[in-house]
């Protein structure tokens, strides 16, 4: 919703506030909105980050910014000003009521795997096994996903 590219632009600011620092981040790319298709399609970037966090400690941070940003959770897929998912955390296996990790979903969706791809094409799923540029080969996801041209 909204100035969507300013809205990463301000989480990206209010991550390096939140004790990440930025390692490195892939192009930004536009697809049609997974799960609820009635809603304006959605720009996404993979950020690689450092922190000393850890994982549910990031996960607060990562709501605290989507919070003071504007996100209300109302529905699930509603259209948002921003969504910061972690997609997993080094090697990491981590099961709770409040994260997954690695994500869930990550190896089912191109709008998550081609931004990662971009920047860690070699990283090893550790539950599948696999590298984010193989998981990007199988996956079986219609939607299209483009780079999306910045202005």
Known sequence: ???????????????????????AESSVYET????????PAFLNQAWQVATAKEPVDLLAALLDIEKFMGRRRMEKW?????????????QVVYRSEELVLPHPHFHERKFALMPVEEILPQWMHPVFH????TLLHEVNDPLLVTKYAMK
């Open 1 to 23: 919703m909204g100035d969507r590219l300013q809205h990463l632009r301000t989480a990206k600011e209010y991550l390096s506030k939140a004790g990440c620092e930025l390692q």
């Open 130 to 133: 696999k590298t984010v540029d």
């Open 32 to 39: 049609a909105a997974w799960g609820n298709q009635m809603q």
């Open 78 to 90: 509603e259209s948002r000003i921003i969504d910061i998912d972690i997609l997993f955390y080094e």
